[in-house]
């Protein structure tokens, strides 16, 4: 195996850990909902982020449509969201007319999630998990 491909393989290996813990932690996020009400979880744009993320990893495309449905949350909610995570740079796609327009995290967006998923990793190594 040649370095560009020694590369390659490590960073496929960085990439799928992240999205293994950022579909660990949709999981136990959404688990919650089996033990308290879920009018105390409101925190969709970071649900869109992290559903966004893994579905990239996964070769998916969702739209706005196709996240609601996943995450549970109205229409109405999520067009402010999306439109907000647009404007913010985060994410890339029609968020404001078309619901069923396909999106996907801006470079911006991956890079920050990165960032944040491998130091959630990182914490967990280091505290044995």
């Known amino acids: ?64 449509r196709t996240i609601i449905a996943e995450i549970a949350c109205t229409p109405r909610t999520m067009t402010r969201w999306l439109e907000h995570l647009a404007r913010t740079g985060l994410i890339v796609g029609d968020t404001s007319d078309d619901l069923d327009a396909p999106l996907t995290l801006s470079p911006a967006g991956i890079s920050a999630l990165e960032s944040y998923l491998a130091a959630t990793v990182q914490v967990a190594h280091l505290l044995g998990v």
């Open 1 to 64: 195996m040649g370095a560009r491909n020694a590369e390659d393989g490590a960073a496929a290996g960085h990439g799928d850990r992240l999205s293994e813990a950022a579909r660990a932690i949709l999981v136990n996020r959404r688990s919650r909902l089996d033990l308290l009400p879920a009018e105390l979880f409101g925190e969709w744009p970071w649900e869109v982020l992290l559903t966004l993320f893994v579905a990239d990893a996964e070769g998916r495309r969702l739209t706005g």
